[in-house]
């Protein structure tokens, strides 16, 4: 291994670490707890060294982002691959949903928290293509002679919503299957 490559390696390294790291923080007390004197605290690495690997918190936040639509994107790929296909929309659906509960500041980095990360332009990154890819497949089953773009998005739609009501204790506990049951049925044509 050349000089170089034990340089980048060890690079790769340290920012996956620093990524963990935020990550870890924010699920166990929330963003807010995430700075980079933290940071440097939890992993024992200077300020600058976070910062030679990124510009900011906000770049930080994406680049978890980033894991987390990787992720997400493997956890609804396994739900479709999984289930037969009459039953893919509603095993994607549960499994978004189970996703964004295990993993909610994650799911607010990805979701809520302001980004430069865009949807659906030339510039997406490739992990969120394959999040949204993994939702439009479980759609392409369904949506003849429908536009499956905006099923797509109609269905995206309903399960942030869904994950924003309850987290916020705004929809009756218990009740997840039967809500993605209903809506499932709701976008068969």
């Known amino acids: 291994m050349t000089i170089d ?9 340290q920012r996956l670490l620093i ?10 007390e929330g963003w807010a707890a995430v700075t980079t004197r ?6 024992e690495y200077s300020q600058p060294v976070i910062y030679k690997h990124f510009s900011s918190l906000d770049d ?6 980033l894991d987390g639509f990787d992720e997400l994107a ?16 509603a095993a994607v659906a549960l499994a978004y949903l189970d996703y ?12 809520t928290r302001s980004t430069s990360l865009r949807f659906g332009t030339d510039e997406t990154p490739p992990p969120l293509a394959a999040a949204y890819a993994q939702l439009r497949a479980a759609i392409d089953s369904v949506s003849d002679p429908r536009d499956p773009e905006t099923l797509t998005e ?21 009740r997840e299957a039967e809500r993605v049951e209903l809506l499932a ?3 068969q044509p």
Request: hydrophobic share 50%; proline share 1%.
């Open 5 to 13: 490559d034990r340089r980048q390696r060890d690079r790769t390294a």
């Open 19 to 28: 990524t963990l790291t935020a990550r870890t923080i924010a699920e166990r």
């Open 38 to 43: 933290r940071l440097s605290t939890e992993i």
């Open 60 to 65: 930080l936040v994406e680049a978890v982002a």
């Open 74 to 89: 493997a956890a609804l790929e396994s739900a479709r691959s999984d289930s037969a296909a009459d039953v893919q929309l």
């Open 100 to 111: 964004a509960a295990e993993h909610p500041a994650l799911y607010d980095a990805m979701f």
């Open 154 to 174: 109609v269905l995206w739609s309903a399960l942030h919503g869904l994950v924003a009501l309850s987290r916020a204790g705004r929809l009756r506990a218990g």
């Open 185 to 187: 049925r709701s976008l």
